[in-house]
């Protein structure tokens, strides 16, 4: 599978979305397009299934697209069923039609066999077959099952009719439709909005898995990383490609900036230092030629231009804190949450300064238990206490205090009419409302728009506890960045709801995780978490008689093996040492420290043989304690 669009572009009447498009994708490749809210991610996509949308660009060369294999494209544009009076099943089944046609045929054909064992017949059923595994007709509906499972769905929700389930639950009954009829090229626009980490990190291992070419448009940078090998970013209006994972393409765009601006500085230098030559000499006869010479000089230089800074532009805020908590900000002890029934039961404490992350599954009372915090829902049971000078900021994901009909600047005067026209302007200018921006009513405001305003506003109240349910919905990747660094820098309490797990793992000191209707708190952060559950899934698996084996493990060859390695663990510490001392002395040569770049790439070798020690080091140090846990018993 090829496709390529070579110099294309999209306008929309007189407006140029994208004016030089170079794409490709082929075979399995997995390909992600990121760029800023607006910049033409989505456009691209269309223009992907729909040719027309395309046509010359600026480039120099010829505009054309070529496919070849490009049979299917899959796009979830739309919640289409054609019968929404069927179930879930024969929805999802219809994905299936050619196996389950190859599966009556085999039982026909065994039927037949019985009354007539012809060769010719022998033969039919043998070539069904083959067809039948082909298609992975044994495998396949333990993969439909899987995907129902995974996206949250019940083994009697498979028997349910389309018209019985929300809008929600219908975009996921397409969504697992798309994934399951594999087509040659998988096109996927935010496709983990809406779902939670279990479901995610599913996905991630479906599509890195994916047999087929896929191309993803997401913010979410943990789900990129896993699963792409080649970017295409699209700022300014230009599409630049990246080989490589998402944080390779960060790396790989810093140092492309950094190179272009000192390759073009440099060259700035020489052409003015040319031109100073030219123009002391022109005049004087026997150097007019040598003036000449260094004009053509510059002439023939292949210009290098000024690299395009970052779109960066993004909200920043100096916030300060109105009246500092105590140090015991929230006891929860005991507290039930949910509605007519019970979600789930809670209990930890939260101390000044610490950052809670709440994750867990759709529906499994994150929600609630924020509002339950804020007095929105009551308790079913249980207690909660806030300490004391506790001051609350809530975001509310569906922002439901927002007035739609009032304007961005009137909104945020209601809540603060103290304020001068001049204050207001510039408290929303930081959440990069400017100009007439702010007339606009709050009804025209797009998804990421209407956060910042609803955050601004909790912000400039100077809370001391922030509860921030979703904050990260509809945002893009830097403005992402930009409300993690203001949150590892607010100085107060911090609790919020996140499916994002770069933002949990960057903000979160402690996480509070919803598990089949319980809670469990991990005193650490994101990564603690995943250590915690990765053991206890191990624990979970482990057969009864491994436990048993292990009682009988002989004390003399366990201790043998232990030290044989520990003597590996000191050889690889050692051999990375050298290495690591070796690189630090290039560091040190004049030749290596003025080449940023040549700097750059050491100090990410050396960077990558510290993790690596630190690891040895750590093998080490459990083996050390498993041989004097042998000793002390011997």
Request: charged content about 35%; glycine content about 6%; hydrophobic content about 35%.
């Amino acid at each position: 599978m090829n496709y390529k669009i070579t110099n294309g572009s999209v306008s929309y009447g007189a407006e140029t979305i994208l004016e030089e498009i170079n794409f490709e994708v082929k075979d399995r490749e997995k390909v992600a397009i990121v760029g800023r809210n607006g910049s033409g991610k989505t456009t691209l996509l269309k223009a992907l299934i729909n040719n027309e949308l395309l046509s010359e660009g600026i480039g120099t060369d010829k505009f054309s697209i070529y496919k070849e294999s490009v049979k299917e494209i899959g796009y979830l544009k739309q919640i289409d069923f054609e019968d929404d009076s069927i179930t879930m099943l024969d929805e999802i089944l219809k994905v299936y039609e050619p196996i389950i046609e190859l599966e009556k045929k085999l039982e026909n054909l065994v039927v037949e066999m019985q009354n007539n064992s012809s060769e010719e017949l022998a033969k039919e059923y043998s070539k069904t077959l083959d067809k039948y595994e082909l298609l992975d007709g044994y495998t396949y509906k333990k993969e439909y099952e899987t995907a129902i499972s995974k996206f949250g769905f019940t083994n009697d929700d498979k028997y349910k009719k389309i018209s019985e389930f929300s809008g929600g639950q219908r975009t996921k009954i397409a969504f697992i439709k798309l994934l399951l009829s594999k087509p040659d090229l998988l096109l996927l626009d935010e496709p983990t909005n809406h779902l939670d980490i279990t479901t995610i990190e599913w996905l991630e291992s479906y599509l890195k898995d994916y047999p087929k070419a896929v191309v993803i448009v997401s913010h979410d940078r943990m789900f990129l990383n896993k699963i792409v090998n080649k970017i295409y970013e699209i700022e300014y209006g230009a599409i630049t490609e990246y080989s490589g994972n998402y944080e390779f393409f960060e790396r790989q765009k810093r140092v492309n900036y950094e190179k272009q601006l000192k390759d073009f500085e440099f060259q700035q230098k020489e052409i003015k230092r040319l031109n100073d030559i030219a123009d002391r000499f022109k005049f004087k006869p026997t150097k007019a030629k040598m003036a000449l010479s260094k004009l053509k000089q510059i002439e023939r230089m292949v210009k290098i231009e000024e690299p395009n800074k970052y779109d960066l532009k993004s909200f920043k805020a100096n916030f300060e804190i109105n009246i500092e908590s105590g140090n015991n900000v929230l006891t929860v002890k005991n507290l039930e949450i949910g509605y007519k029934e019970v979600l789930a039961k809670c209990t930890f404490n939260l101390y000044k300064g610490q950052k809670l992350g709440i994750i867990g599954g759709n529906g499994t009372g994150k929600s609630t238990l924020l509002k339950t915090l804020v007095g929105e829902v009551k308790q079913i049971d249980g207690s909660f206490e806030f300490g004391h000078n506790v001051q609350i900021g809530y975001f509310d994901q569906q922002m439901l205090g927002v007035d739609p009909e009032k304007t961005v600047f009137d909104e945020f005067l209601n809540e603060f009419p103290t304020l001068t026209t001049t204050q207001v302007r510039n408290s929303l200018a930081a959440f990069m409302f400017t100009g007439d921006d702010v007339f606009k009513k709050v009804r025209m405001l797009s998804g990421g728009e209407k956060v910042r305003l609803s955050i601004s506003k909790i912000l400039k109240k100077g809370a001391n506890l922030l509860i921030l349910d979703e904050p990260t919905n509809h945002m893009d990747i830097v403005g992402k960045e930009s409300l993690e660094n203001m949150l590892k820098e607010y100085k107060g309490t911090l609790i919020f709801v996140s499916h994002d797990r770069f933002f949990v793992n960057k903000i979160a000191d402690s996480i509070l995780s919803f598990e089949n209707g319980t809670t469990k708190f991990y005193p650490y952060g994101y990564e603690y978490y995943l250590e915690k559950r990765d053991e206890n899934a191990v624990q979970e698996i482990a057969p009864k008689q491994e436990k048993a084996k292990k009682e009988y493990i002989n004390p003399l060859k366990e201790k043998e093996k232990l030290e044989r390695k520990i003597k590996r663990a000191e050889e690889e510490i050692a051999k990375r040492e050298l290495e690591r001392s070796n690189l630090q002395d290039e560091l040190s040569k004049e030749e290596v420290y003025s080449d940023y770049i040549k700097v750059g790439e050491i100090q990410d070798k050396i960077d990558l043989l510290n993790k690596e020690i630190d690891e040895f080091m750590l093998s080490w140090e459990k083996c050390q304690e498993e041989i004097e846990k042998l000793n002390w018993k011997g």
